[in-house]
C-alpha cells in the first residue's frame, strides 16, 4: 500500500498560477514560492463573486483511532468541485510540534491531500516562523527595555509574556531566564509555549487586514507596572517592528489538492489551547472566489466549532451555512469503551454506547443554529452493521449520516456527502446565533460553554482567578469571548474520561488576557501550553533517503 507521501508526489498538480487563475485571481496578486505554492495579495484579488456559501467541517472528539477531519474537509472539496459547484478550501496551516510529535503531518491523507504535502508541513512559507519571531522580539523588548532603565516602572514580577518556539519541548515550559549578572538582565522566572499558542498568531487569523494586525499588536497586554497598570506593546514600541515581520506572512497561501481543488492554507492556533481556525482573511478570500467554502476547525466540536462561531464568526462577521460532524466507527467504538487493539471485532453494542459522543456534538452545534449532517469515514474493516447502526443513531437525533470513502477514492468517494451538504447550505436553514451575548461577565461566560457545551455541574475558579476577571471587566474588557484551553479528549478537563461524560467540575487553573486577539484564556485542568514529546515520537521515524526524499512524514 502507497503511504500518503508517496500518493502526494505521485500526483501530477498544476502550475499554481493556472489554479489562481481558474478562480480569477489576477497575476498581479499572485505571489509564487516556487511551482505549487502562492501567497495571494488580498487587497488585488478584484471584484467578489458574492458570497460563498460557508461550510464548517467539525468531529467528535478525537482518539488514538482517528476521526480524519482534514482528510474530509479535503474530500468533502474535491467531491463539490467534481459535481460541478465551484468549491475552494480554507484551512489551518500544520504545526511542527505535532508533525514531529504524535499526530504528524495535517494535510489529509490517502487521496484526499493538500499538496505539496511536504513542504506544507515543514517550513511551508515561513509563517510560523515569522510568528515565532514577532513573539520572541517582543520577549526581547521587554527585557531590554528593564535593562536600560525601565522608564516604564514594569515590575519584573509581573511579566507575563513569555516566548515561544514550534517544537515540542517539555523542559522549556518553566524556566529561570536571564542568570549570569547584571549585564544579563534581571533574573526572573518565566518559560515558552508553543509558537501555535501564541497571541501573535491568534492576532495574525483574526485580523482584517495589516492596518488592523498592528493595531492588535500594540494591544498585547505584557506585564504590569509596580502600580498595577498595564503595559502594552505599544507602550514598549514593539509594534510597528512586529508587523514589519509578519507583513508577508498576514497573506494567505493558496495550493491545491490532488484532484486541483484551490486551496488557501494559512495560520494555525491549536483548538485546544487557542481558538484553532485559519485566517479570517483566507476565509473571506475564499467566499469571495467560491460559491462553496469548506473550512475546519480543531479537534472535537466541543473546543473547535464552539470556538469558530463564538471567536472568529462573531469577530469576523461570519454567518456558517451548515456543519459536517466527522466519525469513524473505530472512534465511536472507542468512546464506548473498546481497547485500541480490539477494533477490528465488529461490536454494534460498543457503537451504541459511544454514539452518545457524536450525538451531544449533534445537539452542540445544532444549538448554534447550524444545520449538520455526520460524515462516518469509512475504514474496511466497518461491518454493515454497525454503519447502520450510526445512521439509526443520527437519524434519532434529527440529522442524516452518511459513509465517505474519499481517503480511497477521493471527491468521488464523498459525493453523496457533498450532494447533502449541498443541499443543506442551499436551504437557508440556518439561524446562527452564538452561544453568549458580549455583556455577559466573563465568569459567567465561561460557565455558560462548561454548562452548555460541555455539560458540566459547575466551575471551580479560585477566588484570584475571579478577581482577575473583575479587574480585566474594570478595565473594559469584560466584552469578550472566552477561549477555553482543556484537553480535546473529553468534554471534561479528564482526558480519560470519554464518550459523554455529564455532572463534573470543570476545574479552571488559570486565565490569560488577549487583548489584542480578543479574547479571555481560560486554562482548564492538567493542559500545557507547550506539549511534550511522546515515548516514541514520529521524528524517530523521518530520514531522507539515497535520492535526498524525506520518509517517514505522515
Given at each position: 500500500m502507497q503511504t500518503d507521501i508517496e500518493i502526494s508526489r505521485a500526483a501530477t498538480l498544476r502550475p499554481i498560477g493556472e489554479v489562481a487563475a481558474r478562480l480569477g485571481i489576477?497575476?498581479?496578486a499572485v505571489e509564487s514560492?516556487?511551482?505549487?505554492?502562492?501567497?495571494?495579495?488580498?487587497?488585488?484579488?478584484?471584484?467578489?463573486?458574492?458570497?460563498?456559501?460557508?461550510?464548517?467541517?467539525?468531529a467528535i472528539n478525537p482518539t488514538p483511532a482517528g476521526e480524519g477531519k482534514t482528510t474530509t474537509s479535503i474530500g468533502l472539496a474535491d467531491a463539490l468541485t467534481l459535481t460541478g459547484r465551484r468549491a475552494v478550501l480554507a484551512l489551518r496551516e500544520p504545526s511542527l510540534g505535532p508533525c514531529f510529535g504524535t499526530k504528524g503531518g495535517a494535510t489529509g491523507g490517502g487521496r484526499a491531500q493538500v499538496a505539496p504535502m511536504e513542504?506544507?508541513?515543514?517550513?511551508f512559507t515561513g509563517d510560523f516562523h515569522a510568528v515565532t519571531a514577532a513573539h520572541n522580539l517582543l520577549a526581547a523588548m521587554i527585557?531590554?527595555?528593564?535593562?536600560?532603565?525601565?522608564?516604564?516602572?514594569?515590575?519584573?514580577?509581573?511579566?507575563?509574556?513569555?516566548?515561544v518556539l514550534d517544537v515540542n519541548d517539555r523542559a522549556l515550559r518553566r524556566i529561570v531566564q536571564s542568570l549570569g549578572g547584571a549585564a544579563e538582565g534581571f533574573p526572573r522566572e518565566s518559560g515558552f509555549d508553543i509558537t501555535v499558542a501564541s497571541e501573535v498568531m491568534a492576532i495574525l487569523c483574526l485580523a482584517r487586514d495589516l492596518d488592523d494586525l498592528q493595531d492588535r499588536l500594540g494591544r498585547i497586554v505584557v506585564a504590569s507596572t509596580r502600580d498595577r497598570r498595564p503595559v502594552t506593546a505599544r507602550d514598549l514600541k514593539a509594534d510597528g517592528a512586529m508587523a514589519v515581520l509578519l507583513r508577508g506572512a498576514i497573506k494567505p497561501n493558496l495550493v491545491q489538492t490532488l484532484e486541483g481543488t484551490p486551496a488557501f492554507v494559512h495560520g494555525g492556533p491549536f483548538a485546544n489551547i487557542a481558538h484553532g481556525c485559519n485566517s479570517v482573511i483566507a476565509t473571506r478570500a475564499a467566499m469571495a472566489l467560491g460559491d462553496y467554502v469548506v473550512t475546519e476547525a480543531g479537534f472535537g466540536a466541543d473546543l473547535g466549532a464552539e470556538k469558530f462561531f463564538d471567536i472568529k464568526c462573531r469577530q469576523?462577521?461570519?454567518?456558517?451555512?451548515?456543519?459536517?460532524?466527522?466519525?469513524?466507527?473505530?472512534?465511536?467504538?472507542?468512546?464506548?469503551?473498546?481497547?485500541?487493539?480490539?477494533?477490528?471485532?465488529?461490536?454494534?453494542?460498543?457503537?451504541?454506547?459511544?454514539?452518545?459522543?457524536?450525538?451531544?456534538?449533534?445537539?452542540?452545534?445544532?444549538?448554534?443554529?447550524?444545520?449538520a449532517v455526520v460524515a462516518i469515514n469509512g475504514f474496511d474493516a466497518d461491518t454493515t452493521a454497525e454503519l447502520d447502526s450510526v445512521r439509526e443513531l443520527a437519524r434519532a437525533a434529527g440529522s442524516e449520516a452518511i459513509v465517505c470513502r474519499h481517503w480511497a477514492e477521493g471527491g468521488a468517494g464523498a459525493v453523496e456527502l457533498a450532494e447533502a451538504v449541498a443541499a443543506l447550505a442551499d436551504g437557508g436553514a440556518a439561524r446562527f446565533a452564538p452561544l453568549y451575548p458580549d455583556e455577559m461577565p466573563l465568569f459567567d461566560k465561561i460557565e455558560r460553554v462548561a454548562k452548555r457545551i460541555y455539560r458540566a455541574r459547575d466551575v471551580d475558579a479560585s477566588p484570584v482567578i475571579r478577581r482577575?476577571?473583575?479587574?480585566?471587566?474594570?478595565?473594559?474588557?469584560?466584552?469578550?469571548?472566552?477561549?477555553?484551553?482543556?484537553?480535546?479528549?473529553?468534554?471534561?478537563?479528564?482526558?480519560?474520561?470519554?464518550?459523554?461524560?455529564?455532572?463534573?467540575?470543570?476545574?479552571?487553573?488559570?486565565?490569560?488576557?488577549?487583548?489584542?486577539?480578543?479574547?479571555?484564556?481560560?486554562?482548564?485542568?492538567?493542559?500545557?501550553?507547550?506539549p511534550g514529546l511522546p515515548r516514541v515520537p514520529a521524528a524517530e521515524g523521518m530520514r531522507l533517503n539515497a535520492a535526498g526524499e524525506i520518509e517517514g512524514l505522515s
Open positions: 489576477p497575476d498581479g514560492y516556487g511551482r505549487y505554492k502562492a501567497k495571494i495579495d488580498p487587497g488585488a484579488i478584484g471584484v467578489p463573486r458574492g458570497r460563498g456559501k460557508l461550510i464548517l467541517v467539525t513542504e506544507i508541513n515543514l517550513h527585557d531590554n527595555h528593564v535593562h536600560w532603565g525601565n522608564t516604564l516602572d514594569i515590575d519584573v514580577r509581573r511579566v507575563t509574556w513569555r516566548r469576523a462577521g461570519l454567518s456558517p451555512d451548515a456543519a459536517v460532524i466527522v466519525a469513524t466507527v473505530r472512534a465511536l467504538k472507542m468512546n464506548g469503551g473498546v481497547a485500541k487493539g480490539d477494533l477490528g471485532h465488529e461490536d454494534v453494542g460498543a457503537v451504541q454506547r459511544g454514539a452518545a459522543n457524536l450525538r451531544r456534538h449533534l445537539e452542540n452545534v445544532r444549538s448554534f443554529g447550524v444545520p482577575q476577571l473583575a479587574t480585566w471587566e474594570a478595565a473594559g474588557h469584560g466584552g469578550l469571548p472566552v477561549c477555553m484551553a482543556k484537553t480535546q479528549y473529553s468534554f471534561s478537563a479528564d482526558p480519560g474520561l470519554v464518550g459523554a461524560p455529564t455532572g463534573f467540575t470543570l476545574p479552571v487553573r488559570e486565565v490569560r488576557l488577549a487583548a489584542g486577539a480578543g479574547f479571555v484564556v481560560a486554562i482548564c485542568g492538567d493542559l500545557m501550553t507547550m
